[in-house]
């Protein structure tokens, strides 16, 4: 009797466990593309704040943007998000009112409303159905996790992933798409979205765990074969106090541009366009009255454009 009762009682432990969502630190990159404007997403848990007599977590979310026309950068605060967890339920302030976001407890057929990410136009009910198709598990960097496949339901304007069809994982989130809801086809806005493609996640927890199989969590994608580029380029000391040292591959004679951005998208270095031949070479910035922080180094050819971080300290 006592070993069945002892079974039984870990049995339940098991089922209760809860994975702590958002924990401090934990961060999300997501691609982004529209129009002549490319980079990413990327959302951060910076702590708590308490409303209205409830704690909640805090979601900052930050555009890091390249502009292909203009061949600028810059760096946009999109807002911060509010949310609240209970056991495996994961829930957000939207409009002073709260929407469940993920329901990690939620069986097959289940469902539940999700708010809208932002304000849409035309048709767009400001709030969806998300209803569970099917369940699966993951182990991610020796975790494991549940899985919810979700739709939208009752022709819903909002959903998870770019036609309301996704994979939320424990503690992740979205594993294809943008964290919070985004509008569905069926609500006839086209490239309205806040998102995009899942690109990593990171905390404590969990580490690392990323579906890039080119580039970086924080790289940009000009659109001008930047991903086939990358591993040509290497910075040392980064970060740096007084100078670093951009080295790079050239694989044939090309004119080389380098310019260095703040993360305003500010030019506070240019060099003109020189020709150079095939093979190695060095560039070496000094930032000089330059405040610490993080830079985007650009180095432009006739065929590609590769960036590189640059991280300045006292």
Known sequence: MKKILSVVLIAISLHCYTQEFAPFGATWQFSYNSFWITGYV?????????????TYRVLTKVYH?????????????????????????????????????????AEIGDWWVIPQTFDAFG?????????????????????ELRQLYVSPKDESHW???NNGYDVLTEKIGSMHWYLFPEITPNCGVADWFEGGLFRCYEDNDIGLY??????????IHTGISEYE????????????????????????????????????????????????????HKITWSP??????????????????????LVKQE
């Open 65 to 105: 943007l390249y502009d292909y026309l203009n061949y600028t950068f810059s760096i946009d605060t999109i807002g911060s998000v509010f949310t609240y967890q209970e056991g495996n339920k994961v829930y957000i302030l939207r409009n002073n009112q709260l929407y469940t976001l993920f329901d990690f407890e």
């Open 229 to 280: 580029y990358q591993e040509a380029v290497s910075v040392y000391p980064n970060p740096f106090s007084t100078s670093t040292t951009i080295e790079y591959e050239l694989y044939s004679k090309s004119n080389m541009q380098f310019t260095v951005y703040n993360m305003m998208g500010e030019t506070v270095h240019h060099d003109l366009y020189n020709m150079m031949q095939a093979g190695s």
């Open 123 to 143: 048709e767009c009910d400001s709030i969806g159905y998300v209803q569970v198709d099917s369940l699966s598990t993951i182990i991610i960097n020796g975790m």
């Open 288 to 309: 000089g009255v330059l405040p610490s922080g993080l830079y985007y180094g650009v180095l432009r050819t006739e065929e590609k454009v590769s960036v590189v971080k």
């Open 210 to 219: 990323s579906v890039l199989s080119q580039g970086y969590c924080d790289s």
């Open 159 to 161: 959903g998870y992933g």
């Open 42 to 54: 990327e959302i951060e848990c910076i702590g708590d704040t308490v409303i209205n007599d409830t």
